[in-house]
T-cell receptor
Framework: ELKVEQNPLFLSMQEGKNYTIYCNYS?????LYWYRQDPGKSLESLFV?????AVKQEGRLMASLDTKARLSTLHITAAVHDLSATYFC???????????FGTGTLLAVQP | EAGVAQSPRYKIIEKRQSVAFWCNPI?????LYWYQQILGQGPKLLIQ????????DSQLPKDRFSAERLKGVDSTLKIQPAKLEDSAVYLC?????????????FGPGTRLLVL
């Protein structure tokens, strides 16, 4: 059974600092997605990573994918309060668009 | 472009009652998904449709859950009878193509509380 694990589960960080969220998965996959969820809201797509070595950046967020290590990272640069949310990674099984979501990382950026 | 629409947004029922949720995907999106998100967890796929056919329903508790997408557009998800553990947010998502090259777009969800 495919398992998708994120760490940390909870991250409290100060504004202006950098940090990385890790997403490990237990089977081969070339497709990984990052989503953001604000409290009481639905999921917003952040990144779609479709190949080994893929790197995408949007604002203060950068995501990368290493399919050989079965690892994706979401790097936060110079955090601001507006980035406070829960971040999920999701892995596509066998290119079927059937997503298995990680446990989520709750990010709290303190002023 | 209009997003994925869902209704109702909230529902409170007693156990053993039935409930139905409605979803209208983004126009032109052939693939539609229903997810269950229990508090503090990531979404779990319940069922995936391609047009009006079921692609995957392996995680759907078929003794109490059913879903349909009769005309390949709107979809309904029903629970009958509901149990306490069905309390969750039910998310509908859609995508243009089924092969994963693009993301899934999620609706606002229906929050279900079973008492």
């Amino acid at each position: 059974e495919l398992k998708v694990e994120q760490n940390p589960l909870f991250l409290s960080m100060q504004e202006g600092k950098n940090y990385t969220i890790y997403c490990n998965y237990s089977t081969t996959s070339d497709r990984l997605y990052w989503y953001r969820q604000d409290p009481g809201k639905s999921l917003e797509s952040l990144f779609v990573l479709l190949s080994n070595g893929a790197v995408k950046q949007e604002g203060r967020l950068m995501a990368s994918l290493d399919t050989k290590a079965r690892l994706s990272t979401l790097h936060i640069t110079a955090a601001v309060h507006d980035l406070s949310a829960t971040y999920f990674c999701a892995v596509d099984i066998e290119a079927t668009n059937k997503l298995i979501f990680g446990t989520g990382t709750l990010l709290a950026v303190q002023p | 472009e209009a997003g994925v629409a869902q209704s109702p947004r909230y529902k409170i029922i007693e156990k053993r009652q039935s409930v139905a949720f409605w979803c209208n995907p983004i126009s032109g999106h052939a693939t539609l998904y229903w997810y269950q998100q229990i508090l503090g967890q990531g979404p779990k796929l319940l069922i995936q449709f391609q047009n009006n056919g079921v692609v995957d329903d392996s995680q759907l508790p078929k003794d109490r859950f059913s879903a349909e997408r009769l005309k390949g557009v709107d979809s309904t998800l029903k629970i009958q009878p509901a149990k306490l553990e069905d309390s969750a947010v039910y998310l509908c998502a859609s995508s243009l193509v089924p092969t994963g090259e693009e993301t899934q777009y999620f609706g606002p969800g229906t929050r279900l509380l079973v008492l």
